[in-house]
């Protein structure tokens, strides 16, 4: 039957040119995958950055780049040490569930590294065939932490966001010519103590009379007692550096995003610009980043931009650092095929009502958009803040709305039940000498 058609076709001209001209168009070339990457500022609290409303110009880039993308006004880390949060970050599980530096109630929670079984963004993205480029400033996001773990290459040598993004860009350009996606990784310690950025942002914000060095060294002794210790002069001497800092990363990122742009790779990237944690200034007596679950520690800036992302949009619902992965893995086109815990940002049907947090297994925070419950563990207590009407959250409401902080906390119980059990040995981690050294500027140990 073939054979006869195929004679018929062959004897009539006519009808086989109109054969060929109905047959269906052959669909476009799939668009190539977008290169992704993640930035990580560590240590910076959202409400200094001018996009976010800070009356300082401390973000005016990052303020052009949320234009071009969506900013989540309300974004939150899930947990605030760098080593679990970035685990959080890159793996969408819960501290609760990865259990990285978990006992803090016992005082055991330093210096732990990701185990096997908790999967990275990387490894994911590797095997889907992203080239995947890390640079971190080290410290407690070393390898020895198992942060290298998917990249096809790592640098955690340090040396600030300018050397960083040099680093990043060269690999990037060693890559590029392969035509595979890329995911670029950078995580900086400049906006972290101790508040050191170069000039001239060290004088940007004003000259401070001061008696104290914005050295972790320095601090580390007035975390705790800086509400009774610091003098209101010092304090704004921290504040102006620590603000330096951030526009310095916001024009180093300038710069870095300029060149992406002049390589012809902009295009093509989803950007996403977060922090770990925040830090405080004596918004709740102390300084750097205590184990509290107030708002100065677990606000972060979350801006993503790019294909696929809306333009020009400042999203309300409350957005986890648990949720970057999914967004991520949705925007390069794929679905997770391991255990995440976070949902897809963009989803429209993701509604971002609450949140969880948690510091280790101390204390616990439930949050909605207008109310925080926070649990804490040892000594046995629990605070209640209405953030619309008690925004810096001083006044714990907990005795007064006993029904709604009984409430919160059945929550917060259920949601620890339901996480799951990933029965994971943690991680050790060896210190080098150079690795304490790195770790003792930044304050985490003494
Ligand atoms: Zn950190």
Redesign the pocket.
């Given at each position: 039957m073939r054979t006869v058609l195929l004679r018929v076709f062959l004897a009539t001209g006519f009808v086989l040119s109109i054969a060929c001209a109905k047959a269906p168009p052959q669909p476009p070339p799939p668009a190539p995958r977008p290169h992704l990457l993640l930035i990580s500022l560590?240590?910076c609290r959202a409400d200094h950055l001018s996009v976010y409303g800070y009356g300082r110009e401390t973000s005016p880039f990052l303020a052009e780049l949320s234009a071009r993308g969506t900013l989540f006004r309300h974004a939150f880390c899930n947990t605030?040490?760098?080593t679990p949060?970035?685990a959080t970050m890159l793996s969408s599980l819960y501290q609760e569930t990865h259990r990285i530096e978990y006992r803090a109630a016992e005082g055991e929670n330093k210096q732990e590294a990701v185990p096997k079984r908790v999967v990275l963004l990387p490894e994911i993205l590797k095997a889907e065939g992203y080239i995947t480029l890390g640079v971190t400033d080290g410290g407690?996001m070393a390898r020895g932490y198992g942060f290298d773990r998917g990249f096809v290459e790592f640098d955690d040598a340090g040396g600030g966001i300018a050397s960083g993004t040099e680093k990043l860009l060269a690999m990037a350009r060693r890559h590029l010519p392969s035509g595979a996606p890329l995911f670029l990784f950078l995580h900086t310690y400049s906006v972290?103590s101790p508040y050191l950025p170069p000039e001239p942002y060290r004088t940007l914000f004003g000259e401070f009379p001061h008696s104290i060095e914005p050295t972790s060294e320095a601090l580390l002794p007035l975390a705790n007692t800086a509400w009774r210790d610091l003098a209101q002069g010092d304090l704004d001497f921290l504040k102006a550096q620590y603000d330096g800092g951030i526009r310095h990363a916001d024009d180093t990122l300038r710069r870095f995003f300029g060149e992406l742009e002049a390589d012809g790779m902009l295009d093509r990237t989803v950007a996403a610009v977060t922090a770990?944690?925040g830090e405080e200034f004596a918004d709740h007596g102390g300084l750097l980043?205590r184990n509290f679950l107030y708002e100065e520690l677990l606000r972060v800036p979350l801006i993503l931009a790019g294909p696929g992302v809306p333009a020009g949009r400042v999203e309300e619902k409350l957005a986890g650092l648990v949720d970057l992965s999914p967004t991520l893995l949705a925007l390069a086109g794929t679905a997770p095929k391991v255990l995440m815990e976070g949902r897809d940002l963009l989803d429209p049907a993701f509604r971002g009502e609450v949140l969880f947090a948690q510091y280790g297994n101390l204390r616990y925070a439930l949050r909605t958009r207008q109310w925080k419950y926070i649990r804490t563990t040892v000594p046995e207590g629990e605070e209640l803040f209405d953030l619309v009407a008690d925004p810096g959250e001083k006044n714990n409401a907990a005795a007064v709305e006993r029904e709604r902080a009984r409430r919160f906390s059945k929550a917060l119980e259920e949601w620890r039940r339901a996480r799951p059990d990933l029965g994971a040995p943690i991680g050790k981690v060896a210190l080098t000498p150079e690795h304490e050294k790195q770790l003792r500027a930044l304050g985490y140990i003494q």
């Amino acid at each position: 039957m073939r054979t006869v058609l195929l004679r018929v076709f062959l004897a009539t001209g006519f009808v086989l040119s109109i054969a060929c001209a109905k047959a269906p168009p052959q669909p476009p070339p799939p668009a190539p995958r977008p290169h992704l990457l993640l930035i990580s500022l560590d240590a910076c609290r959202a409400d200094h950055l001018s996009v976010y409303g800070y009356g300082r110009e401390t973000s005016p880039f990052l303020a052009e780049l949320s234009a071009r993308g969506t900013l989540f006004r309300h974004a939150f880390c899930n947990t605030h040490g760098t080593t679990p949060s970035h685990a959080t970050m890159l793996s969408s599980l819960y501290q609760e569930t990865h259990r990285i530096e978990y006992r803090a109630a016992e005082g055991e929670n330093k210096q732990e590294a990701v185990p096997k079984r908790v999967v990275l963004l990387p490894e994911i993205l590797k095997a889907e065939g992203y080239i995947t480029l890390g640079v971190t400033d080290g410290g407690q996001m070393a390898r020895g932490y198992g942060f290298d773990r998917g990249f096809v290459e790592f640098d955690d040598a340090g040396g600030g966001i300018a050397s960083g993004t040099e680093k990043l860009l060269a690999m990037a350009r060693r890559h590029l010519p392969s035509g595979a996606p890329l995911f670029l990784f950078l995580h900086t310690y400049s906006v972290h103590s101790p508040y050191l950025p170069p000039e001239p942002y060290r004088t940007l914000f004003g000259e401070f009379p001061h008696s104290i060095e914005p050295t972790s060294e320095a601090l580390l002794p007035l975390a705790n007692t800086a509400w009774r210790d610091l003098a209101q002069g010092d304090l704004d001497f921290l504040k102006a550096q620590y603000d330096g800092g951030i526009r310095h990363a916001d024009d180093t990122l300038r710069r870095f995003f300029g060149e992406l742009e002049a390589d012809g790779m902009l295009d093509r990237t989803v950007a996403a610009v977060t922090a770990d944690h925040g830090e405080e200034f004596a918004d709740h007596g102390g300084l750097l980043h205590r184990n509290f679950l107030y708002e100065e520690l677990l606000r972060v800036p979350l801006i993503l931009a790019g294909p696929g992302v809306p333009a020009g949009r400042v999203e309300e619902k409350l957005a986890g650092l648990v949720d970057l992965s999914p967004t991520l893995l949705a925007l390069a086109g794929t679905a997770p095929k391991v255990l995440m815990e976070g949902r897809d940002l963009l989803d429209p049907a993701f509604r971002g009502e609450v949140l969880f947090a948690q510091y280790g297994n101390l204390r616990y925070a439930l949050r909605t958009r207008q109310w925080k419950y926070i649990r804490t563990t040892v000594p046995e207590g629990e605070e209640l803040f209405d953030l619309v009407a008690d925004p810096g959250e001083k006044n714990n409401a907990a005795a007064v709305e006993r029904e709604r902080a009984r409430r919160f906390s059945k929550a917060l119980e259920e949601w620890r039940r339901a996480r799951p059990d990933l029965g994971a040995p943690i991680g050790k981690v060896a210190l080098t000498p150079e690795h304490e050294k790195q770790l003792r500027a930044l304050g985490y140990i003494q």
